[in-house]
């Protein structure tokens, strides 16, 4: 148990208590426009971050095709920052992993990559075969970021550029990757034939419609929270295993941009949680409520609790797998922040906002 989860166990019962006294905060608006704090979702975070994933996206595909016309280190090294570049755009739009998208997402950053059937694909398939179409055929580990990765920063440039199939294979992931980025913008966008981008948009909703975006939202969030926790950290440095680091499991262990796709995903979650804009923020409406935790403001201890978790990123200068073996105060330092953020969002928060945590059918359909 998080020192958080002991410290408030009991407070969170008397929060728990005071929530279903108080289950009608979200049958009135008051003079909180939670539909405003919805659509500000959409309009202010969800949809601009698509639409960036969007142009990294297009941006890396072009990128690739650059590279294929004229591989050079130059070409190469153009090609590699623009992976960056998206991937780092890519984990902007994770915590909004919703349940209709997820077809999609599943497809871009399935990790570790599939090195044999990568390689094998490579050697046996006719050159000219590996296109967008044989791609997009493939399993989730055989393509996406991870492949794209391991293709583009495993190995130097003579055997990238010697052989065509290896080519062929590094564009076809990249116009693929686009594909994909392009139809997640439709599914976000009102008035196209996406699923969600209406839902959030629209002029009146009904006050249950209101109340189960926030859940949805809310739940994807806590998820997202728990996997960093998890499988990003945990799991890759021992912790949950109980015993030696699996540097197996670190992510992007050839670009050892780990960190760094760690620290733009927290940055999403900051976003949900206090805004950037002119809609009222998740933080506004915790505010409005009264949400306390030890006599402070909650928007305020969840807000030094994400500072903690910055800085223990910004505490580890070296990748990933280094820091395991090198730096293990500090890999621990972050997995105990995130750790500690976890017990105040899935325990404090939800229940400071009425929220059932159901994760897997967080979608509500």
């Not at 296109?131 to 583009?152: H, N, P, R, T, W």
């Not at 990757?177 to 969600?196: C, F, K, N, S």
């Not at 939202?217 to 960093?228: F, K, P």
Request: charged fraction near 20%.
């Amino acid at each position: 148990m998080t020192r958080y989860a002991t410290r408030y166990a009991a407070l969170s019962a008397v929060i728990l208590a005071f929530a279903l006294l108080n289950t009608g905060r979200f049958t009135h608006a008051q003079t909180f426009d939670r539909q405003a704090m919805v659509t500000g979702w959409l309009t202010e975070t969800i949809l601009p971050l698509h639409e960036a994933f969007a142009a990294e996206a297009a941006d890396l595909e072009a990128a690739a095709l650059a590279f294929d016309a004229d591989p050079t280190e130059v070409t190469l090294t153009a090609f590699r920052e623009a992976w960056v570049e998206a991937v780092i755009a890519y984990e902007r739009i994770q915590p909004f992993s919703l349940q209709r998208v997820m077809p999609l997402l599943s497809q871009l950053d399935s990790s570790p990559a599939n090195v044999q059937s990568i390689e094998q694909a490579i050697s046996f398939q006719a050159e000219g075969t590996i296109d967008a179409a044989f791609v997009e055929s493939l399993g989730s580990s055989s393509k996406g970021f991870a492949a794209l990765e391991y293709l583009i920063f495993a190995r130097p440039l003579p055997p990238l550029a010697a052989v065509q199939n290896r080519r062929d294979y590094a564009v076809s992931i990249a116009a693929d990757i686009r594909r994909i980025a392009d139809e997640l913008v439709v599914q976000w966008t009102p008035g196209t034939d996406g699923y969600y981008g209406d839902r959030f948009i629209v002029d009146e909703f009904e006050l249950s419609n209101v109340r189960g975006m926030v859940s949805m939202v809310v739940n994807e969030l806590i998820s997202n929270i728990e996997n960093i926790g998890k499988f990003h950290v945990g799991d890759p440095a021992g912790y949950r295993s109980g015993g030696a680091p699996q540097l197996q499991l670190v992510e992007s262990p050839y670009s050892e941009t780990s960190i760094q796709r760690l620290r733009a995903n927290m940055e999403t979650v900051r976003e949900i949680i206090y805004g950037h804009g002119d809609a009222p923020s998740l933080a506004d409406y915790m505010d409005f409520i009264g949400a306390e935790l030890n006599g402070e403001r909650f928007s305020e201890v969840l807000a030094a609790q994400i500072e903690a978790v910055f800085e223990a990123l910004d505490a580890i200068d070296e990748p990933f797998a280094q820091a395991i073996v090198e730096n293990p105060d500090a890999v621990l330092t972050l997995y105990t922040e995130m750790r500690d953020l976890l017990a105040l969002t899935k325990t404090d928060m939800a229940n400071q906002l009425g929220i059932t945590i159901t994760f897997g059918d967080s979608d509500g359909d």
